[in-house]
Nanobody, 124 residues
Framework: QVQLVESGGGLVQAGGSMRLSCAAS??????????MGWFRQAPGKEREFVAF????????YYADSVKGRFTLSRDNAKNTVYLQMNSLKPEDTAVYYC???????????????WGQGTPVTVSS
């Protein structure tokens, strides 16, 4: 079964940094042909788009709330994507999910494969 596995979440103080990773599991699943996205969901709120990176890494797109602070990258050889989060704010607190899709989109319903999520807590 194809899965995405997130890691790297935890507790950090406001202003700090954290790097999330998302690795594909399953012997035959390669992320190299997928757009990879990150979403987050805070308690009591809807899931929201954070960023995506195209299959080649040539295009990235960020939500306004994270632009300039978060950087998304990918290493297709390692079947892994990375979300570097800097200057973290308490409002970044959420469960972060990575996902894969064959299209270029910010709409979470258009992502086909999801990870289980990793919690990020930013203390003030």
């Amino acid at each position: 079964q194809v899965q995405l596995v997130e890691s790297g979440g935890g507790l950090v103080q406001a202003g700090g940094s954290m790097r999330l990773s998302c690795a594909a599991s399953g012997r035959t699943f390669s992320i190299s042909s997928y757009t990879m996205g990150w979403f987050r969901q805070a308690p009591g709120k809807e899931r929201e788009f954070v960023a995506f990176i195209s299959w080649s890494g040539g295009r990235t797109y960020y939500a306004d709330s994270v632009k300039g602070r978060f950087t998304l990258s990918r290493d297709n050889a390692k079947n892994t994507v990375y979300l570097q989060m800097n200057s973290l704010k308490p409002e970044d607190t959420a469960v972060y999910y990575c996902a894969a899709t064959r299209v270029i989109t910010v709409v979470y319903q258009e992502y086909d494969v999801w990870g289980q999520g990793t919690p990020v807590t930013v203390s003030s």
